[in-house]
Structure formats: C-alpha cells, structure tokens
C-alpha cells in the first residue's frame, strides 16, 4: 500500500522533515484502507460529488491544490522576504491532508458512489483532523485540515491555513456550475 500511496502521492516526497513525510503517508495509508475506494480509484472518481459530469478527478484536483499551495508560497516569500513567515512542510503535510477524510465519506449504494449518511453527517475536515490526530500530526497541520472549507469561516486561519484554503477553491470553483 505505501508504494502505492505514494505512486499517486509523489508531493509527500517535498516534505523535507522525515517524520512529518512518514505521518502524512500513514495517514492516507489508513484513509484508503479503511475505504471502499482504491489508491486506482481516487484517479478515476470525480473530484467533487456536488459537480455533475466532472470530467476533473479526485487525485487531479488535490494534486493542484497542493502545487497551487506551494506556488503561491513560494511566491509570496520572494516578494514580501522577511516579512512573511511560512513554514513549507506544515504547508505541503496540510494542503496534502486536507480531503483524506473524504475517504470515509464514501459509500457505493446501488453500484453508485456516494455520500454515506456518516458522512453527512461528519464533513470531510472532522474526519480528516480525526485521522491526522490519530497519527500524531502536528496541530499547526491539523489546523489547516480543520479550516481549508467552510467549516473554518468563523475562525482565525495561519498563514498556511489561508494559503492552502485558496488553493483549494481555486481549483474546485471553476468547475461549480
């Protein structure tokens, strides 16, 4: 499953720190396990249940919002220098971890994917920060896993946080019809 994992996970290896890289990892490790998807399928699904007809996958999307993420730091900390602080692995760990608990939104009823009543119910940030808790993720990630969507409106988000919350809508507003 690592193998796997980081076959269709290749941004993992920008982690520079070893332990946080190892915990991201495990993360989609148990995501996928405890799934009634495949690492195959998450480069098949749609992106988004909400987009009907989404040609853009699952594993397209979060890999743009992750490569969108890092850009957009990247750029910022040549243009503003000393002024901004931005700590790239929390970043690269949240941006990667910020839909690992859709993974257990997910059920397939009538040969259909779906949205579970579970999964209603706990929204993908719940279970994502659930997950990251699990494996010992840091709480400045955690956080961005927390405050990348809607559920994080109302409360103060780092500057990673912000960063990757805009990357992530910028890749998926495009597409709402």
Known sequence: ??????????????????DLREKVLN???????????????????????LIKDSKITFMTHKRTAVQLAVEMANIMKKNFGDEIKIDMDTLIAG????????LLEYEIK????????????????????????????PAVVQHIIATHSKEGDLGKRTIES?????????????FKA
């Open 1 to 18: 499953m690592r193998d796997k994992v980081l076959e269709i996970w290749p941004e993992i290896n920008w982690i520079k720190n070893e």
């Open 27 to 49: 993360c989609w490790i148990y995501a996928i396990e405890n799934s009634v998807l495949s690492t195959e399928d998450l480069n098949v699904i749609p992106f988004s249940l």
């Open 95 to 102: 941006a990667i971890l910020i839909d690992v608990g859709k």
């Open 110 to 137: 009538d040969s259909k994917l779906t949205t579970s009543d579970a999964g209603k119910l706990v929204r993908h940030p719940f279970s994502g920060l659930a997950i990251a808790d699990r494996f010992g993720i």
């Open 162 to 174: 912000i960063i990757v919350h805009h990357a992530d809508f910028v890749s998926f507003d495009p």
